[in-house]
T-cell receptor
């Protein structure tokens, strides 16, 4: 079974631009969560999508948005990039049920650098 | 904001020694998990302990949970150089829907061959 795939692996953008990151979950997983990881703030939850609906949201400004498609693939978008958005963005998928309650499987991440 | 803190922030040991990492959290939880991250890549799930469990084993891993103190510990026995990584505890709070984990700050473990 293929793991969680995130594309692209690396991105360099300038302030004010926008960016879209993509995540393909493990087959059969319908929940996709996004996290931002920085040296200063650590791992912070952005949002979670399940059945194409955002179910949970972290404390991030509205510049951070996401969506999920019918095949469970998810994208997150950051508009009007700021220097502080430079981070490793991690996507995780989960089965959302049974004994596997909330065990999350992470992709390798997208490293975003904002210049 | 982070749920809690991990202690120590960094740990350096020799191969064959045991490594113990501690995690504290702030709110009531359903489950507590431990994850490993190698060199800024994705996290790998190691073990999950439910709020009504006190201890759990998986291979060389032993996790304890004390809900009265809101703390957990991860013990790695007979460590190997390949165990070098960052280790994070993660909680899903009581009443929180699936998909949201709150992570600790992590412990950087270095195992010297």
């Amino acid at each position: 079974k293929a793991g969680v795939t995130q594309t692209p692996r690396y991105l360099i953008k300038t302030r004010g631009q926008q960016v879209t990151l993509s995540c393909s979950p493990i087959s059969g997983h319908r929940s996709v969560s996004w996290y931002q990881q920085t040296p200063g703030q650590g791992l912070q939850f952005l949002f979670e999508y399940f059945s194409e609906t955002q179910r949970n949201k972290g404390n991030f400004p509205g510049r951070f948005s996401g969506r999920q498609f019918s095949n469970s693939r998810s994208e997150m978008n950051v508009s009007t990039l700021e220097l502080g958005d430079s981070a490793l963005y991690l996507c995780a998928s989960s089965f959302r049920g049974g004994e596997a309650k909330n065990i999350q499987y992470f992709g390798a991440g997208t490293r975003l650098s904002v210049l | 904001s982070q749920q809690g803190e991990e202690d120590p922030q960094a740990l350096s040991i020799q191969e064959g020694e045991n490594a113990t990492m501690n995690c504290s959290y702030k709110t009531s939880i359903n489950n507590l998990q431990w994850y490993r991250q190698n060199s800024g890549r994705g996290l790998v799930h190691l073990i999950l302990i439910r709020s009504n469990e006190r201890e759990k084993h998986s291979g060389r891993l032993r996790v304890t949970l004390d809900t009265s103190k809101k703390s957990s510990s991860l013990l790695i026995t007979a460590s190997r150089a390949a165990d070098t990584a960052s280790y994070f505890c993660a909680t899903d709070g009581e009443g929180t829907s699936y998909g949201k984990l709150t992570f600790g700050q992590g412990t950087i473990l270095t195992v010297h061959p």
